[in-house]
């Protein structure tokens, strides 16, 4: 069983810049979250989806954006780039039971701005 | 917002050696995970912990969720050079309700020396 696939691993920008990034949950997970992993802030909850819709989000600004295909596969995009958003962004997925929530994470894609 | 407490921040130890680290946060927990995650890689699950009290292994891993619901730890036993990463409890709270967000701790990164 395949497991979480992000795309790109790694990826250099320019600051004023957008990007987009892409996750493919393992197969029967229907729910996504993503999460921003820094140096000096750690892991940090940005936002989740399932079933298209967000179901919740984290304290980011409004640059950082992201949806769900109805095949579970979830994009996040971040606009105009600032330099502190360089960071290891992960993925994770989860199915949907109630009393299930454990989260498998991909291996991440390293956005650098500069 | 919610926070996590993770110690110790770093560890060096003999290989052969037992490990433990903790979490403790201020507020109550439904579910922890204890992840590792290697350099360049996602986080890899571990142990996941559904019940206050529950203890859990996983070969020689051991994790409790605490009878509180304000704490987890993790025992590694008779290290190995492979257990040498960065370790991360994350908690799930009752308020994020059937919503996947995990808070996560700070890291503690286990050396081991041969």
């Known amino acids: 069983k395949a497991g979480v696939t992000q795309t790109p691993r790694y990826l250099i920008k320019t600051r004023g810049q957008q990007v987009t990034l892409s996750c493919s949950p393992i197969?029967?997970?229907?729910?996504v979250s993503w999460y921003q992993q820094t140096p000096g802030q750690g892991l940090q909850f940005l936002f989740e989806?399932?079933?298209?819709?967000?179901?919740n989000k984290g304290n980011f600004p409004g640059r950082f954006s992201g949806r769900q295909f109805s095949n579970s596969r979830s994009e996040m995009n971040v606009s105009t780039l600032e330099l502190g958003d360089s960071a290891l962004y992960l993925c994770?997925?989860?199915?949907?039971?109630?009393?299930?929530?454990?989260?498998?994470f991909g291996q991440g894609t390293r956005l650098t701005v500069v | 917002g919610q926070q996590l407490n993770q110690s110790p921040q770093s560890m060096f130890i003999q290989e052969g050696e037992d490990v433990s680290m903790n979490c403790t946060s201020s507020s109550i927990f439904n579910t922890w995970l204890w992840y590792k995650q290697d350099p360049g890689e996602g986080p890899v699950l571990l142990i996941a912990l559904y019940k206050a009290g529950e203890l859990t292994s996983n070969g020689r891993l051991t994790a409790q969720f605490g009878i509180t619901r304000k704490d987890s730890f993790l025992n590694i036993s008779a290290s190995i050079p492979s257990d040498v990463g960065i370790y991360f409890c994350?908690?799930?709270?009752?308020?994020?309700?059937?919503?996947?967000?995990?808070?996560f701790g700070s890291g503690t990164q286990l050396t081991v020396l041969p």
């Open positions: 994350a908690g799930q709270s009752l308020s994020s309700g059937s919503a996947r967000q995990l808070t």
């Open positions: 989806y399932f079933s298209e819709t967000q179901r």
């Open positions: 197969s029967g997970h229907r729910s």
């Open positions: 994770a997925s989860s199915r949907q039971k109630t009393s299930d929530t454990e989260a498998f």
